[in-house]
């Protein structure tokens, strides 16, 4: 029997192949060279199951003994973004972050303005509504990544949350 992490993790390293080979068909097509830096940030961000920014992806790829340069990581940041394979969002931190969005299907993410915790939420309903929106307004709908900000009902509750992001020794700022 496969363990549901196992899957997940299978799941992930398919999504990172088939954005990989996307990723080199357009550089190609664009005229930019296909380095293994480059790829590396893209596998870095697609194998993840988290909310990166370029610090985290650069201080993660050196622990992996990859020789790579921040200028590198930051310039391979916008050519994904470019070419629509990673979506910049905003968690009230003051930098981007940057999650994959090839084969990811359209969501928001609730943010607690206290404890810095981010759930993603996928909704039909609010994709309905959104596809309605931009019909109204003479667009088809695309791709979305939503923020919304507000306070866990643990950390209202009792002004401490044992999911806090800053009580994962993982999450660094």
């Known amino acids: 029997m496969v363990s ?7 799941a992930l390293s398919q999504k990172a192949e088939e954005a990989e080979n996307l990723f080199k068909e357009l550089m190609k097509t664009q ?14 961000i697609y194998e993840s199951d988290s909310h990166l920014d370029a610090d985290e992806i650069f201080v993660r790829l050196k622990k992996k003994g990859v020789s790579i340069s921040r200028a590198t990581v ?9 070419f629509h394979l ?12 940057y999650e994959k969005s090839h084969g990811v299907n ?6 607690c303005e206290q404890c810095d915790r981010v759930v993603e939420v996928h909704s039909d309903k609010l994709n309905e509504i959104l596809e309605k929106l931009c019909e109204k307004n003479g ?9 919304v ?24 700022e």
Request: hydrophobic share 25%; net charge positive; proline share 1%.
């Open 4 to 10: 549901s992490k196992k899957k997940n993790r299978q």
């Open 31 to 44: 005229g930019y060279r296909c380095t293994r830096e480059r790829i590396t940030v893209l596998k870095e």
């Open 74 to 82: 930051y310039h391979t940041l916008d050519l994904l973004f470019k």
């Open 86 to 97: 990673v979506n910049k969002i905003d968690l009230g931190h003051k930098h981007t972050h």
């Open 106 to 111: 359209n969501h928001l993410h609730i943010i």
């Open 139 to 147: 667009f088809m709908l695309g791709s979305f990544s939503l923020q």
């Open 149 to 172: 900000f507000a306070k866990c009902r643990e950390e209202a509750d009792h002004h401490h949350c044992s999911k806090s992001l800053n009580n994962d020794p993982r999450h660094k």
